[in-house]
Each structure stands twice: as C-alpha cells, then as structure tokens.
Antibody
Framework: QITLKESGPTLVKPTQTLTLTCTFS??????????VGWIRQPPGKALEWLALIYWNEDKRYRPSLQSRLTITKDTSKNQVVLTMTSMDPVDTATYYC??????????WGHGTLVTVSS | QSVLTQPPSASGTPGQRVTISCSGSSSNIGNNYVYWYQQLPGTAPKLLIYRVNQRPSGVPDRFSGSKSGTSASLAISGLRSEDEADYYC???????????FGGGTKLTVL
C-alpha cells in the first residue's frame, strides 16, 4: 500500500523560505521510471504543478517558479523535499506530493495548508 | 489562467450520462497522454483516468476517457450523488517539460 505524507510549517512570513517534506512508503525512488512531484492548490482555485524529481535525479520545475524552487530526494529515507524561496501571500495554498507513475500523479498525500502572512 | 480549458461547471440528474470537456494544444493533449482527477470536497485529488482511457484499480467503469486531436473528454454514466465533485484534466506539456492542469469543472448532481 502506497502512502505519502506532507509535512512542514503551516505559517510562513513573506520573504521567508518554505521547506516541505514528502515522506512516503510502499514505493522506492530507486525504481526505474518513478518520479515524485509537488502540486499546490490555492484556496478555491485549480491545481498547479510545481516540481518533479525522477529516480535518476532528473528534475523538472514549473518555468514561472523555477528560480524559486529546489527539489531533492533522500532515497534512504524515502523522502522528497521541496524548498521555495521568497514566499508571498499569493503562495498560500495546500501543497500536495504524489508519485509520478504511468504518466500521471498517482496516489496523493492529504496535503498540507501553508499560509503566508506577516 | 490554466493551460487546459475546462467548463467551470456541469450538472446532471441521477442516472444520467454527463461529459466534461478539456481543450488543449499540440504541445500537451495533442501529443501526450491525458489524465483525469476527481476531487471530493475537502479531500485530495484522486486519479480517475490515466493514459487517456485507463482506469486505476477500484475506479468504476462508469467513468471513461477519450481523446480526439487536442481535446479530451471525461464521461460519467449512471450519475450518482456521490459523483458530485470537482474534476480536473491534465496532460504532460512538452513546452514546459512538465504536467499542466485544467481549471477544473464543478459537477453538480441535481
């Protein structure tokens, strides 16, 4: 059974850096073809892909946010970490992680709501 | 503004068949797989359809997907009250080297 859990601060101040951790079980980032990604959803708005990291360290970022995002993985800990710099109130959203399998984000975590406010 | 275009709302009565459209371009739907998500209120999205028309284990065959050119559709037959949710289409986009999503369609079961 695959499970994922997002963790990190629920409140960050403008200009601060956000660090989110996705801890998963039931899959391994040593598996050929597997990726893990981050997606966010501002309150009442649509889903927005942020970043994706593959088993072979290949990384992809949303072009409009690329300068602010860094995605890394720790295969031994079954974790993927996303950092986002220069946080702004418009970055307030629920942040999800999910494995990229069969050309889709498969099972999603419950998500973590991050509010950006002073 | 989302890269993929969906109608903001759709509705139907129990037992009806409804379809939700998703329009894109050659860089996404036209040349890549399409997938669909269902998001019930207050919950995380759930994968309904992948690779255009494949259903993950556990998804009822009332849900089906199709694609034609740069557009895709999700069909729900035998509509039930529990199908009331937001539905999102998505596809890999070659121009951004990543997945793009539609703006979502809120399905109401009357």
């Amino acid at each position: 059974q695959i499970t994922l859990k997002e963790s990190g601060p629920t409140l960050v101040k403008p200009t601060q850096t956000l660090t989110l951790t996705c801890t998963f079980s039931g899959l391994s980032l040593n598996t050929d073809g597997l990726g893990v990604g981050w997606i966010r959803q501002p309150p009442g708005k649509a889903l927005e892909w942020l970043a994706l990291i593959y088993w072979n360290e290949d990384k992809r970022y949303r072009p409009s946010l690329q300068s602010r995002l860094t995605i890394t993985k720790d295969t031994s800990k079954n974790q993927v970490v996303l950092t986002m710099t220069s946080m702004d109130p418009v970055d307030t959203a629920t942040y999800y992680c999910a494995p990229w399998v069969n050309d889709a984000f498969d099972i999603w975590g419950h998500g973590t709501l991050v509010t950006v406010s002073s | 503004q989302s890269v993929l275009t969906q109608p903001p709302s759709a509705s139907g009565t129990p037992g009806q068949r409804v379809t939700i459209s998703c329009s894109g371009s050659s860089s996404n739907i036209g040349n890549n797989y399409v997938y669909w998500y269902q998001q019930l209120p207050g919950t995380a999205p759930k994968l309904l359809i992948y690779r255009v028309n494949q259903r993950p284990s556990g998804v009822p065959d009332r849900f089906s997907g199709s694609k034609s050119g740069t557009s895709a559709s999700l069909a729900i037959s035998g509509l039930r009250s529990e199908d009331e949710a937001d539905y999102y289409c998505a596809a890999w986009d070659d121009s951004v080297s990543g997945p793009v999503f539609g703006g979502g369609t809120k399905l109401t079961v009357l």
